[in-house]
């Protein structure tokens, strides 16, 4: 007789049990605006660099790739500025697994993570996987975190680990660098910033890497998923004290980062205004969808990513189901009477809310 073999017939770590994978939704539809891509293509000439890049690797693929991959690192420092150098830089495949490695690092058994929901869903997913507590604080109003609340919280649980979200996924909110030296200033522990989507905040905002210099527990984990429209190639990095980068050395499996992963990400930086050419498009869309999903009815939140969160839905289900209908997939988050919207191409923002209007007025 075959058996049939099902998670609950193996043993599993106790924390893991019960759990589901992460993953939104993967379907071929005319317009994808759910996992907040950069929906704009590469420029044409840049995609000939990067495989020109890539031809000359496959001439050295017999041969591991630089353990240090010394070349990017050097790049994402100059790309990045504020006098940092690869001594200050560590990259992974993609952000996720750089906050994964932070975890291995400074988390596990015994130790805690805080992060304040609703944020990123992984770092839930990443806490279980390394098996560290995950501690979901909360958010003031419009998911807003001002000093006073984060460090209340801080005082009240003590983690090892704090992730905050800037801007905050899935709501687009901005998080002020009061706040994140405030958290730092109120913990012993690792306070990790994660600026995913920074290249969207509004011009000439400073980021969480001004606050770097003197303060050997803070990181900054950026990613090239969205500005750099690098979501396929998996390229996520950090920058902190060279201390850390030591420290999580200790962790990352051997040549994690492929020939071909380092050549596509050197010929991506080489071309970072061309590549961040589209930010100011991106921008605009956002903005027209918050004026816009206003005017119809619903209560958009203010965001500073490439996305935005949006309320005032009497059936996110029912809503996210027609727009399917449409070929238009955008994203349920699981917050009640919310959806959420990538801001893609004018055209891919016209389909959407074009479609969005035919479906009716939305609850007060």
């Known amino acids: 007789m075959e058996s049939v073999t099902t998670l609950d017939d193996l043993p599993l770590r106790t924390n893991l049990q019960g759990l589901t994978p992460y993953g939104a939704p993967q379907l071929h539809v005319p317009v994808a605006l759910n996992v907040n891509e950069n929906t704009h293509p590469i420029p044409e000439a840049v995609a000939r660099d990067i ?42 495949n993609g952000s996720n697994e750089v906050l994964q490695q932070v975890l291995q690092a400074f988390g596990g058994p015994g130790r805690t993570l805080l992060g304040f929901a609703p944020t990123y869903s992984m770092y839930s997913i990443l806490a279980a996987g390394t098996d560290t507590t995950w501690i979901a604080g909360t958010r003031d109003a419009d998911y807003e975190l001002s000093p006073a609340t984060a460090v209340s919280q801080i005082t009240r649980t003590n983690p090892d680990i704090i992730f905050l979200c800037s801007p905050n996924n899935p709501t687009g909110t901005p998080l002020s660098l009061e706040t994140i030296a405030a958290a730092y200033d109120a913990t012993d522990g690792i306070v990790v910033v994660d600026e995913a989507y920074a290249e969207f905040a509004p011009a000439g905002t400073p980021s969480a890497l001004t606050l770097l210099p003197g303060r050997e527990r803070l990181l900054v984990s950026r990613t090239m998923s969205k500005a750099f429209a690098f979501a396929g190639a998996r390229v996520g990095y950090l920058a902190a ?124």
């Open 241 to 364: 004290d060279p201390a850390v980068t030591d420290a999580l050395r200790l962790v990352r499996l051997p040549y994690h980062l492929s020939t071909f992963t380092q050549a596509a990400a050197n010929a991506a930086l080489a071309h970072s205004a061309e590549m961040l050419a589209m930010v100011d498009d991106i921008r605009g869309q956002r903005d027209r969808l918050v004026v816009e999903l206003a005017g119809l009815g619903y209560a958009p939140h203010r965001s500073w990513s490439n996305f935005v969160l949006f309320g005032g839905v009497a059936d996110p289900q029912q809503t996210f189901e027609a727009l399917l209908a449409e070929g238009i997939l955008i994203r349920d988050v699981g917050i009640p009477n919310h959806l959420r919207v990538t801001a893609g191409t004018e055209k891919e923002t016209s389909l959407f809310l074009d479609a969005l209007a035919r479906l009716g007025r939305p609850i007060n």
């Open 51 to 92: 495989l020109a890049g890539l031809a000359e690797a496959i001439r050295s693929v017999n041969r591991y790739p630089d353990r240090e991959f010394t070349a990017l690192r050097e790049a994402l420092a100059q790309y990045l500025g504020e006098a940092l150098t690869s001594d200050n830089i560590w990259a992974a």
